[in-house]
């Protein structure tokens, strides 16, 4: 167990609708991250939160929004959703020296 | 950005067997780590290793920061190591910021 957590594990719903994926980070961790990964793209890294402010972009569609909340928990929103969108959605955390970063069990997304 | 090279890409082992698994990456980095993706999903932390070499158990690894690739020695292998593992790297002033991951190593260790 890495400590951070993640829900719903599991999520079906169709093209255009928008869902909500939580994360909870280690405790004590300032850092939260969200990456995709699916078959044709691999892992690639969404963005990076830090305290509640955003830190570092990557390639996150416009579709897509994230942000931290007080507590450190963080949500990334997707909407318009598509067919491509199907993938599974990483959470992790990292203290703030950042050298290690924990993964979450992964939110599974299929979009009909 | 930063371009990660994984090799080889599929590995089929027998238990006992050792294995070592390179990954390559096209600019300095400072921050390198490796991960053990399950067959259920789940991304594991084996090493932050940006230079230098360290071993946990069975497992070890060296990453050669100036030729910039990294290697993952896997000795006695056991079924349970069967996964992907991934090598992942980024270079920032502080924090992770987002490491690249590489293709990963697909490795199947049969009984």
């Known amino acids: 167990d890495s400590g951070v957590t993640q829900t719903p594990k599991h999520l079906i719903t169709a093209t255009g609708q928008r869902v909500t994926l939580r994360c909870s980070p280690r405790?004590?961790?300032?850092?939260v991250y969200w990456y995709q990964q699916s078959l044709d793209q691999g892992l690639q890294f969404l963005i990076q939160y830090y305290n509640g402010e955003e830190r570092a972009k990557g390639n996150i569609l416009e579709r897509f929004s994230a942000q931290q909340f007080p507590d450190l928990h963080s949500e990334l929103n997707l909407s318009s959703l598509e067919l491509g969108d199907s993938a599974l959605y990483f959470c992790?955390?990292?203290?703030?020296?950042?050298?290690?970063?924990?993964f979450g069990e992964g939110s599974w997304l299929t979009v009909v | 950005g930063i371009q990660v090279e994984q090799s080889p890409p599929d590995l089929i082992l027998q238990e006992g067997a050792n294995s070592t698994l390179r990954c390559n990456f096209s600019d300095s980095v400072n921050n390198l780590q490796w991960f053990h993706q399950n067959p259920w999903g789940q991304l594991i932390n084996l090493f932050y290793i940006p230079s230098g070499t360290k071993q946990n158990g069975r497992l070890s690894a060296t990453t050669v920061a100036t030729e910039r690739y990294s290697l993952l020695y896997i000795s006695s292998s056991q079924t349970t190591d069967s996964g992907v593992y991934f090598c992942a790297v980024g270079y920032s002033g502080g924090g992770a910021d987002g490491l690249t991951f590489g293709k990963g190593t697909h490795l199947i260790i049969q009984p």
């Open positions: 992790a955390s990292s203290d703030s020296a950042g050298n290690t970063i924990y």
């Open positions: 405790s004590g961790d300032l850092s």
